[in-house]
């Protein structure tokens, strides 16, 4: 586990660091483990056939969703899809119109917001300029009335775990995005939340340093031991932090699963192409056998994967993976035993860095297929063959 040996190197060089960490991971551990003991057969959040209408216009549309204890789980999708409306009406701050929210088994929304211990983080990070770091992380514990020396043992336990030990006395306007970024984490760990949920919390940040801090955040996240709803619309970052992903379009959850099953499997096409792949084409089942679809598309018969029963002349449509072709000049043979073979014509090619991205015309369709930067290509303009193993092709 990362944060295991993360805490072997931090032991050895920084032990006052460590023994931080440790005392606020366990408590944090300790709280959590408390939490799933009320009943391990029931999701630390339930949130049931939520609704929600902004001047009569539905926003929420029969939401429902479990969270487990110690699980970040995000909300993704494109704006105006919900997924903000959602974390507020669980934060407390919107009321639902229908539906129920459970909280360690409780119904919590005639609970005020002050009252269920909920840390929220917003894109904008809402620091106090005219306040130092120090200042505006125990902001919280000190609108609690708690004892001094806890809030300087919660405080300092906090900075040390977002790594800015050090700069309790520096002004927030002396600091970098990422730093100030740190702060606003530091002041909602503080107070110990039993949920915490951010919406957009690197939304701010140039693309570099949203790099950078997606892998730090989850592991932040997770050595706190926190639950979290974490809200973003960019794929790249929902897969790196979370456990699992909620696909959010028009106010529904489409899909709900881990990063690699969303990725491998998206369930409808909204989620298909929201994460980017292009190449989704409508078909007809011809017949239908162990897991296996023969469609009939407009570029020809494409034996297909398909996770369920399928029947004959049922329209469908496939998913052929952009990263799974071979693609050779026309002239040349290719092996045809364990694959499908299409015709075609290349249309583009697209220099991304590590990868090129080349566009194939097939039968008045352009498919587009990925191809690391190196490998050979025909020229442009050439007829080309386009092979493609049947796991490349899915019935959606």
């Known amino acids: 586990?990362?944060?295991?040996?993360?805490?072997?190197?931090?032991?050895?060089?920084?032990?006052?660091?460590?023994?931080?960490?440790?005392?606020?991971?366990?408590?944090?551990?300790?709280?959590?483990?408390?939490?799933?003991?009320?009943?391990?057969?029931?999701?630390?959040?339930?949130?049931?056939?939520?609704s929600k209408a902004f001047d009569g216009k539905l926003t929420l549309d029969d939401v429902s969703l479990d969270i487990d204890a110690g699980e970040i789980v995000c909300l993704l999708g494109p704006s105006g899809c919900g997924k903000t409306t959602l974390l507020r009406i669980i934060a407390g701050l919107e009321t639902a119109d229908n539906g129920t929210i459970a909280f360690e088994g409780q119904d919590v929304q005639g609970v005020p917001v002050h009252q269920r211990n909920f840390g929220l983080m917003f894109q904008d990070f809402a620091l106090f300029p005219h306040k130092n770091v120090w200042d505006n992380v125990i902001f919280g514990l000190r609108m609690q009335n708690l004892p001094a020396d806890h809030i300087q043992?919660?405080?300092?336990?906090?900075?040390?775990?977002?790594?800015?030990?050090?700069?309790?006395?520096?002004?927030?306007?002396?600091l970098s995005g990422g730093e100030r970024q740190r702060v606003a984490l530091a002041r909602s760990l503080a107070p110990e939340p039993k949920l915490l949920m951010l919406d957009e919390p690197l939304g701010a940040l140039d693309r570099q340093l949203r790099e950078e801090l997606m892998i730090e955040l989850r592991?932040?996240?997770?050595?706190?031991?926190?639950?979290?709803?974490?809200?973003?619309?960019?794929?790249?970052?929902?897969?790196?932090?979370?456990?699992?992903v909620a696909v959010m379009n028009t106010g529904r959850i489409e899909q709900i699963a881990t990063p690699p099953q969303i990725y491998a499997q998206p369930a409808t096409e909204f989620v298909a192409r929201f994460l980017g792949m292009p190449n989704l084409i409508d078909g007809t089942v011809?017949?239908?056998?162990?897991?296996?679809?023969?469609?009939?598309?407009?570029?020809?018969?494409?034996?297909?994967?398909?996770?369920?029963?399928?029947?004959?002349?049922?329209?469908?449509?496939?998913?052929?993976?952009?990263?799974?072709?071979?693609?050779?000049?026309?002239?040349?043979?290719?092996?045809?035993s364990s694959t499908t073979v299409l015709h075609g014509r290349l249309q583009a090619?697209?220099?991304?860095?590590?990868?090129?991205?080349?566009?194939?015309?097939?039968?008045?369709?352009?498919?587009?297929?990925?191809?690391?930067?190196?490998?050979?290509?025909?020229?442009?303009?050439?007829?080309?063959?386009?092979?493609?193993?049947?796991?490349?092709v899915r019935v959606i």
């Open 219 to 244: 592991r932040i996240l997770k050595a706190a031991h926190l639950t979290s709803i974490y809200v973003t619309h960019d794929q790249q970052e929902a897969f790196a932090v979370a456990d699992r």
């Open 349 to 392: 090619v697209s220099f991304r860095g590590r990868y090129r991205r080349v566009v194939v015309r097939a039968h008045e369709i352009d498919l587009v297929f990925e191809f690391e930067a190196p490998s050979p290509l025909p020229p442009l303009g050439q007829p080309v063959k386009v092979s493609l193993p049947t796991a490349a």
């Open 153 to 174: 043992q919660l405080g300092r336990e906090a900075l040390d775990l977002v790594g800015l030990s050090g700069f309790e006395k520096r002004d927030v306007h002396q």
């Open 286 to 336: 011809l017949s239908y056998a162990a897991n296996v679809a023969v469609v009939h598309t407009s570029i020809g018969l494409l034996p297909a994967t398909a996770d369920r029963s399928l029947q004959s002349d049922q329209a469908v449509t496939l998913l052929i993976r952009s990263e799974a072709a071979t693609i050779v000049p026309d002239q040349e043979p290719v092996e045809t």
């Open 1 to 50: 586990m990362l944060i295991g040996n993360l805490d072997v190197a931090i032991s050895t060089t920084h032990p006052t660091l460590w023994q931080a960490r440790r005392g606020l991971r366990a408590r944090w551990k300790r709280s959590s483990i408390n939490n799933l003991r009320y009943n391990c057969a029931m999701a630390f959040l339930q949130v049931a056939h939520l």
